[in-house]
T-cell receptor, first 116, second 113 residues
């Protein structure tokens, strides 16, 4: 089972460049999330989605955009990369509460991004 | 926003020793989760707790959901080298949109053989 798949695994960007981090899940989960993890820190929520066509801001959304056109995919877009966006990005997914009462988030392996 | 304080930040122990780490919150949570993250990987769920006072074990791991719903601890007994990693607590309020998680800052565990 693939679970949550993130691509690319590593990327180096120059300041001002743009890129899209891809995330796909094959578990038919309604909820999907994007986090960033800075060195020595916990995970901070960037954006999340409760279903196709619905997205909402998390704790640290500035500088990022998301879309959710399908249940499976939840790409994260950086339009003008800045050094402050150097981080490890994790995508996660979970069932909605309507399906199961115990809402566990499953994580991808991460994308390591450096902005120079 | 909600804050989780996780301690200790790091631990250096000998193989065979027991380990204890905890999280406290300024807010109440419905669910407490404990994740482990190994280098180059995403967090993997270890234990999930759903009721205040609940004590749950997973092999050598034991975790408890505090009675006040504002804290949780994780114990690892008889540590082994493969226990090395970063352990994160996470609190979840199911009423929030998307059932968002709030993460602690992690406990880095090093086990010396």
């Amino acid at each position: 089972n693939a679970g949550v798949t993130q691509t690319p695994k590593f990327r180096i960007l120059k300041i001002g460049q743009s890129m899209t981090l891809q995330c796909a899940q094959d578990m038919n989960h309604n909820y999907m999330y994007w986090y960033r993890q800075d060195p020595g820190m916990g995970l901070k929520l960037i954006y999340y989605s409760v279903g196709a066509g619905i997205t909402d801001k998390g704790e640290v959304p500035n500088g990022y955009n998301v879309s959710r056109s399908t249940t499976e995919d939840f790409p994260l877009r950086l339009e003008l990369a800045a050094p402050s966006q150097t981080s490890v990005y994790f995508c996660a997914s979970s069932y909605s509460l309507a399906v199961v009462a115990k809402n566990i988030q499953y994580f991808g392996a991460g994308t390591r991004l450096s902005v120079l | 926003g909600q804050q989780l304080n996780q301690s200790p930040q790091s631990m250096f122990i000998q193989e065979g020793e027991d380990v204890s780490m905890n999280c406290t919150s300024s807010s109440i949570f419905n669910t407490w989760l404990w994740y482990k993250q190994e280098p180059g990987e995403g967090p993997v769920l270890l234990i999930a707790l759903y009721k205040a006072g609940e004590l749950t074990s997973n092999g050598r791991l034991t975790a408890q959901f505090g009675i006040t719903r504002k804290d949780s601890f994780l114990n690892i007994s008889a540590s082994i080298p493969s226990d090395v990693g970063i352990y994160f607590c996470a609190g979840q309020l199911l009423e929030t949109s998307g059932s968002r998680l709030t993460f602690g800052e992690g406990t880095q565990l090093t086990v010396n053989p």
